[in-house]
């Protein structure tokens, strides 16, 4: 019985997940229906939807990864408490 | 003389003893019928006072051992004119069975509605044990029942969805559904019970909606309809780990 209990609230969901549109490739989809019947005939109605799009790593190959020997400091990354070696003495 | 009386008593103690072993049977039989009594007259004041339920369900990623499902049910009434009936005790299997039968012609329900009943006759069966190895067959039975009254809230109410899904590469990656219902409910008939042959109970229920709709007075959602659940209730669960014991 809980098989078919658990087949059951699938069937809901699924009913429920093809109401809601632009559903994300990779992502988190929340949502909340109420659920009546009349009639016989169950109607879902989809209340609130929260949908979070997971953003995808763009790699070209490790283009995008700067060469740590000829990496010039950021503007303001010696400010945030690195020294520079005093070379003059 | 006092042989022969002695003799007679002795006989007469014999076939007592041996025809006769509800005798010794103690309190037990008193005690199941008692507990057949309260459970007849709950389920009447369920059905004529009406009841609360509160529901709730939930299963990850469709998985059957992950199901929880939780109902809780509530009444309390101070109802007059109960009758109970039909008393009837096994001593084999200590269960014993007894009819609670109520005629009102005016109520307030569990709502605080007035509710003509017009001389109606209500009845329910309730029943009974002693001791617990024997309350199987009787807890799924009530099981069965509450079940059978979280669909009637379920279609009578309607019920809350929500639903967690995580997708990647637009396939599944977890997911949770969950139900939640509250509601109360009253005029449930039971129009059938028992219990498979694996000790599985069942219960029949009905819901007239436009019975209920003349009895308050005013119009009901889904009029013309009558709501018809099976509850069903086990005796055993089968997703029930043993306990591990740690060894120290």
């Not at chain 2, 072993?21 to 009447?44: C, Q, S």
């Not at chain 2, 004529?48 to 059957?64: D, F, P, W």
Request: with cysteine; proline share 3%.
């Amino acid at each position: 019985m809980v098989d078919e209990r658990i087949q059951e609230m699938d069937d809901l969901n699924k009913q429920m997940v093809k109401q809601i549109s632009g559903l994300p490739r990779d992502g988190k989809v929340d949502a909340k229906a109420k659920v009546s019947s009349e009639s016989g005939k169950i109607n879902i109605e989809v209340y609130q939807v929260k949908s979070v799009t997971k953003e995808a790593n763009l790699d070209f190959g490790g283009g995008n990864k700067k060469p740590e020997n000829c990496a010039a400091p950021e503007p303001g990354e010696l400010k945030k408490g690195k020294t520079v070696p005093d070379v003059s003495k | 003389m006092i042989s022969r009386c002695f003799k007679t008593f002795l006989v007469l103690f014999v076939c007592v003893t041996l025809f006769a072993p509800g005798v010794w049977a103690g309190n037990k039989k008193m005690m199941a019928i008692m507990a057949a009594k309260n459970d007849a007259m709950r389920g009447l004041t369920e059905q004529v006072y009406g009841l609360k339920v509160r529901s709730s369900e939930e299963v990850k990623n469709m998985a059957a051992d992950s199901y929880v499902g939780k109902t809780d049910s509530k009444t309390s009434a101070t109802l007059s004119g109960i009758k109970i009936s039909d008393v009837v005790y096994d001593p084999q299997k200590d269960i014993a069975k007894a009819t609670a039968t109520m005629t009102a012609n005016e109520i307030v329900n569990i709502d605080g509605a007035n509710v003509a009943l017009n001389g109606k006759v209500f009845k329910h069966v309730g029943f009974g044990t002693s001791s617990p190895e024997n309350a199987g067959p009787l807890k799924a039975l009530r099981a069965a029942q509450i079940d059978a009254y979280k669909q009637l809230a379920q279609q009578v109410a309607g019920f809350t969805l929500e639903s967690q899904t995580t997708i990647e590469n637009y396939m599944l990656k977890s997911d949770l559904i969950q139900t939640k219902v509250q509601a109360s409910l009253a005029m449930a008939e039971i129009t059938n019970y028992g219990w498979d042959q694996g000790g599985d109970a069942f219960v029949k229920m009905v819901l007239n909606v436009d019975a209920v709709s003349a009895m308050l007075g005013e119009a009901v959602v889904g009029a013309g309809e009558v709501i018809e659940v099976e509850g069903q209730g086990a005796q055993e669960d089968d997703f029930k780990k043993p306990k591990t014991v740690k060894k120290r």
